[in-house]
């Protein structure tokens, strides 16, 4: 009779398990040895700990909340403005990094398009529609859209003692703005209570998961396998912008119909993007149904956030400030005789010489972003005026513009970038460069204003200072909706210091410095 044996698999197991970690070890070592030693970027300059791993700007931008741009800050203390030119020339052939394409889940939206060529046929197909030209048409619309603000003011809370918050309001009245010219679509956020619209705060909320998704993108397709319901459960913030999306799709159906069709029963008032598009010569694939929602989904969550953001940050800028205060109302009333007349038109604003400095420099300023809540009182009202101490205002975005040659290598003085490797440059820390711009977080307009008809001069290298301003990034991919952005500030700035007084009401510097980064400056939450 054969007698059984009973063999344990446990020592193998173990044995297997060693040498997977020793073997994951040796390969992490090895990593670690290329990375410091044998990696053709080796010999350019930057701390040890980043050169080994992505887990450092990780953990700065997921754990600790949008700091990571903070971290770069201190690195470059010296820093060579000039660079920006060359990697953001109109030259420049450059593409994105593949994998940050998915983080606003608009993966075939021109701006997160990776490839150059395929990006330049996209955004070809809209430039016109964002022409300065076709701006300018538009903008008796804006301007109505400004009217419609001023009037709730002069109604509601002019003479009341009721907080005003600008914040709320100049979200609202830029979503109006961008969303009905793009989309021919009016929520009419400006006749909400108080001016609040749930879709502009959801746009906020959204953005500060922007760190946590591009880090790691599979949250992102997990989430879109979900119902909208179930998401909307999840996140009370995504049901405003899925009735946003729900909205376009059937917007653009309409037009699709109108095209294809020539049936105008469905006609909007204007010719919208979709519109312009779908006359483009793009190939069919270019324009399908979910090509077109994530082309608006790209404009209205990238145009938004950043024009608001200027237009709130310049306003405390200017009423913090009541040198200047002063000085550009004694300009405006000069220009302006009859302020509830014909509004301004954009070139006439553009042509106040103060009013257009306080635009550069508050699309230049680097120090006084985006603001928590800024409630402002009618000075009628008799509340005291509380001026914090004087900041910087908005630069577009902060976020680094991360780009990759795929073919060649790029030199820096005597460093040399090799293909396929991720680069980048931030407006922040190129307006933040004391050398260009002396005493940097100093809201100072005059810095804008020519000198003996001259244009103003950077000191240290004596080119004109325009060259350091990129609130709307250079080169090929840079801001598709500068014309729109650049005439809505002369619009709401010009017709509302003309019309009326503000002063600030509980707000204070802790309320606009800007603590972290989420594609644009955040202020403390």
Not at 109 to 127: E, I, K, L, P, Q
Not at 345 to 350: Q, R
Not at 422 to 430: D, E, K, N, V
Request: some cysteine; proline content about 8%.
């Amino acid at each position: 009779m054969e007698s059984a044996t009973h063999v344990n698999p446990a020592p193998k197991m173990y044995l297997r398990l060693f040498v997977l970690v020793v073997g994951f070890a040796i390969y992490l070592l090895g990593l670690v040895v290329y990375r410091l030693l044998l990696s053709p970027i080796v010999g350019i300059p930057g701390p040890k700990l980043t050169a080994v791993t992505g887990w450092y700007e990780t953990y700065y931008d997921v754990y600790k909340g949008g700091q990571f741009i903070f971290e770069i800050e201190r690195w470059h203390q010296q820093y060579d403005p000039d660079f920006y030119d060359v990697l953001y020339s109109s030259k420049s052939r450059y593409s994105k990094i593949d994998r940050l394409k998915y983080r606003f889940g608009t993966p075939s939206a021109s701006f997160d398009t990776t490839d150059h060529a395929h990006h330049a046929r996209r955004r070809g197909a809209m430039n016109p529609f964002f022409s300065r030209l076709r701006i300018l048409q538009y903008s008796p619309y804006a301007a109505a859209r400004v009217e419609r603000l001023c009037q709730r003011l002069e109604t509601e809370y002019k003479g009341t003692g009721k907080v005003f918050c600008f914040n709320d309001a100049w979200a609202s009245l830029t979503t109006d703005v961008i969303n009905y010219y793009s989309f021919a679509i009016s929520y009419d956020f400006q006749d909400y209570p108080d001016i609040v619209a749930p879709f502009t705060k959801s746009i906020k909320l959204l953005a500060q998961s922007l760190h946590m998704v591009g880090h790691f993108p599979w949250i992102l397709s997990l989430l879109q396998f979900l119902p909208d319901s179930v998401v909307g459960i999840l996140n009370s913030a995504m049901v405003p912008v899925f009735k946003f999306q729900n909205e376009i799709t059937a917007q653009i159906k309409r037009l699709v119909h109108e095209e294809s069709t020539g049936d105008n029963k469905a006609a909007t008032d204007h010719k919208t993007v979709f519109s312009e598009m779908l006359k483009s010569d793009l190939p069919q694939q270019e324009l399908s149904l979910d090509r077109l929602k994530h082309e608006a989904l790209s404009i209205t969550g990238g145009g938004v956030d950043t024009i608001k953001n200027a237009l709130v940050t310049v306003t405390y800028g200017i009423i913090s400030n009541p040198t200047i205060y002063k000085r550009l109302q004694a300009e405006l009333v000069k220009a302006i005789p009859d302020p509830t007349g014909k509004p301004p038109s954009v070139p006439e604003l553009e042509r106040l010489p103060y009013l257009n400095a306080i635009v550069q420099e508050c699309m230049f300023s680097p120090n006084f972003p985006r603001v928590k809540t800024l409630p402002f009182r009618q000075k009628l009202s008799g509340h005291l005026y509380n001026p914090p101490t004087g900041l910087r205002c908005s630069y577009g975005i902060t976020q680094r513009l991360q780009r990759i040659d795929p073919h060649n290598p790029i030199t820096f003085h005597n460093y040399t970038i090799p293909p396929n490797t991720p680069f980048s440059m931030t407006s922040y820390i190129q307006h933040r460069n004391p050398l260009n711009f002396p005493s940097p977080e100093t809201f100072n307009p005059d810095r804008w204003l020519p000198s003996n008809g001259s244009p103003p001069l950077a000191q240290t290298t004596g080119k004109p200072l325009s060259r350091y301003l990129v609130p709307f990034g250079r080169g090929p991919r840079a801001c598709l909706g500068q014309n729109f952005a650049i005439a809505e500030l002369y619009l709401d700035l010009g017709m509302e210091f003309r019309r009326f007084e503000f002063e600030l009401f509980e707000t204070g510097e802790r309320d606009v410095k800007m603590v972290a980064n989420y594609f644009a400056p955040f202020p403390e939450q």
